[in-house]
């Protein structure tokens, strides 16, 4: 390769359809909708739409301790938390471990017992009121507020795991350790923890600091909205025909597994990556935009510029022997390009500028992409609920997520097609906002509401 060619470039993404404009936005939100309303009639879909039986509550109890798990993508966590009376949430004794299966695999006693290991310590120190533990996998939640896991995303090695109940193989590990525990184990997905924390830290106008509320207004209603390792969404849903559920005055969060969302007429190169991972064909979306697959997945395209010849450095052998790129060092070399360091930056001499830019321009296309996914999957959403708010009330998306934070060009995209997609009829008022330790915080909540009823 020459001279850096943007068209050429562009060209190399349409032909192996990764190109952003391949795909009609307002058209990709009516296919997110029809897929959710095909989930919640249980007809066949990508998008489980999975019923929570948690209903959004603000009123919260203070002074109560309860004990909050969250299973992430990457870690589990473990923390002992009290809400004070204003409902401001504090966590004590965090402790941190590698989530059990992301090393290899583990068997299913195992994995509940790495899970107890981190618990019993704090259980030991101070009585709880419960535990809440929000799992970011797919489950079905049980009416006793179980969860029996329906399968592993994010590359966890547990197959074991499939179908067991997850807070019944927490307390047994528990009793098998010595340590009888009768209180109530709340199980959620992360993005419901999410919503709920949107609930307690975002005011009803759409602001993060609480102001006042001379109208009483309750505000419209909260999105939980997660895109880190993996990406999903949940919504409150009054309306759930494949279990008889229909009440507008208490609907119930449906956690929506979007991740999973089939992608119509994809691509080469996301069929070929998709072949390289545990669950081929599942997880479209989450493979096209979350941060446990954009750097391998732009890995994988970036190799296949160099095996087409439009990009050419004297390393590029060198790139090419790469057996992975992890997404934490892609986006350590996009945000700071220039500077030759880090597996990639250092494989650039200072005048090879042009591969260096055709590096940074296929990757900004394949974040491009991912934005306008995601986007979709909220504006749908949003359309969804049907609203019947006031200006002064937005929809309410409290989104949490170190690839929406942190990874290059990730959070300005979306917003920008969120904001296209939403007002293309008519204004709809909406606030997008980042909230902390959602997954402990919104675990601890859903405990203490279990708890109080």
Partial sequence: MGKFNARELSDFARYYGFHYDSYNPNALVEEVLIEMERGLTGEGSSLAMIPSYISPVTNIPPGKTVLALDAGGTNLRASLVQFSENGEAAAQGTRKIPMPGTSGYVSAQHFFDIIAEAALPLLKEKKVEGIGFTFSYPMEI???????????????????????????????????????????????????????????????????????????AQGGPVIGFILGTGFNTAYPES???????????????????????????RGQMDREYDNTTKNPGRYNL?????????????????????????????????????QNLETRFLNEFTHAPLTASGPLGSLFAPDEGDALAAFQYITSMVTERGALFSAAVVAATVRRMNAGFEPYSPVRIAVEGTTYLIYKGMRRSLESWLHQMLLREKPQPYVISPVEQASLFGAAVAALSKNKQ
């Fill in 142 to 216: 049980t009416k006793d507020a179980d969860g029996i896991l329906l399968e592993f995303s994010k590359e966890v090695d547990a197959p074991d795991v499939y179908g067991k109940l997850i807070g019944k193989g927490l307390r047994d590990s528990l009793y098998g350790m010595g340590f009888k525990y009768d209180g109530p184990i709340v199980m959620l997905n992360d993005t419901v923890a999410t919503l709920l924390s949107g609930l307690a830290s975002i005011s009803p106008d759409g602001e993060k600091t609480r102001t006042r509320n001379d109208f009483a």
């Fill in 239 to 265: 309306r759930i025909p494949k279990i008889n559920f229909n009440n507008a005055n208490s609907p119930q969060i449906v956690v929506c597994e979007s991740g999973n969302f089939t992608i119509r007429n």
């Fill in 286 to 322: 989450e493979k096209a935009a979350s941060g446990a697959y954009l750097g391998p997945l732009t890995f994988h395209i970036l190799k296949q510029a160099i095996k087409d010849k439009l990009i050419y450095f004297a390393k590029s052998d060198e790139f090419m022997s790469m």
